[in-house]
C-alpha cells in the first residue's frame, strides 16, 4: 500500500508541475501538444520516458534525442511528493480527498515560484481544506496573535511577499505550532540547498511546502519530538 501511495505521489506530481509549466509557457505555441516535449529540441518525448523517476533515470539525465541536460527538478519534485503520500498520516478517504487538493495547489505554488519567482494569490484559496485534516490541532487564539508577528516580514525587503502570504495563511489554518515547525524545517532546507549549490538567493516556498509536509508528518509523532 505504501509504495502505491509512492507511485501515485510521484505520478500525480509530474502531472500537476507539467500542467502548471505549461501555464506558464501558454505563450509558447508548442506547448499546447497533448504531449510533453523536449525543452530543447522540442521533439515529442517517448511514452515511457515520460515514467515519473524512472524516465529520467532511463535517460541518464540527458535527452536521448539532442543529449541536453535535463533539469533534474522535475524528479526532485516527483520523489519527494512520492515520499510524501507515502509518509503522511492521512486517517481516512475524507483527508486523502483534502490532501489531493491541498497537495495540486502546493505543488503549482512551487513551479510559479520556482520558476517564475511569482505566484497566484488564488492558489492560497486550495490550502484551506488543511483545517479539517484529522492530524491537524484544534485552532486555538494564541494563533492570532502569531500572525500579527508574521505580517511584520511585509515589511522586511529580503523576504517575498508570496512566502509570508504561505506562512500566514498556514499557520491560520493548521495553528502556529505545525507552522512553525514547518518554517524552520525549510529554513535548514534552504540553507542545505544554498550552501551546496552556492546560491545567494532562491525560490522558498518550495521549501516551505516541504517543511509543512514533514511538520504534518511528525505530527503523529509529535510526543517524540521536543518543537
Not at 515514467?51 to 539532442?66: A, D, R, S
Not at 513551479?111 to 494569490?121: G, I, T
Amino acid at each position: 500500500m505504501k509504495f502505491l501511495l509512492f507511485i501515485w505521489g510521484a505520478c500525480w506530481s509530474s502531472f500537476i508541475t507539467t500542467m502548471s509549466w505549461r501555464y506558464l509557457t501558454q505563450c509558447h505555441p508548442n506547448y499546447s501538444s497533448s504531449r510533453s516535449i523536449c525543452d530543447y529540441c522540442e521533439q515529442k518525448i517517448k511514452i515511457l520516458l515520460l515514467v515519473p523517476i524512472l524516465g529520467f533515470l532511463i535517460q541518464g539525465g540527458n535527452c536521448k534525442i539532442c543529449h541536453n541536460k535535463i533539469n533534474p527538478i522535475w524528479t526532485i519534485f516527483e520523489f519527494i511528493n512520492g515520499l510524501i503520500w507515502m509518509l503522511i498520516p492521512l486517517c481516512n478517504l475524507t483527508d486523502y480527498l483534502l490532501f489531493l487538493v491541498i497537495d495540486c495547489c502546493l505543488l503549482a505554488l512551487c513551479v510559479q515560484d520556482w520558476f517564475d519567482q511569482r505566484v497566484s494569490c488564488l492558489l492560497f484559496v486550495g490550502l484551506v481544506p488543511l483545517h479539517w485534516l484529522a492530524i491537524v490541532p484544534s485552532f486555538n487564539m494564541i494563533t492570532f496573535i502569531w500572525v500579527i508577528i508574521l505580517c511584520l516580514g511585509y515589511f522586511v525587503d529580503s523576504i517575498g511577499n508570496g512566502d509570508i502570504d504561505f506562512i500566514v495563511i498556514t499557520t491560520l489554518l493548521i495553528g502556529p505550532t505545525i507552522c512553525m515547525r514547518a518554517v524552520a524545517i525549510a529554513c535548514l532546507l534552504g540553507l542545505v540547498y544554498a550552501y551546496l549549490l552556492k546560491q545567494r538567493t532562491l525560490p522558498f516556498i518550495p521549501f516551505l511546502s516541504w517543511g509543512l509536509a514533514i511538520s504534518l508528518i511528525l505530527q503523529e509523532h509529535s510526543s517524540f519530538i521536543w518543537f
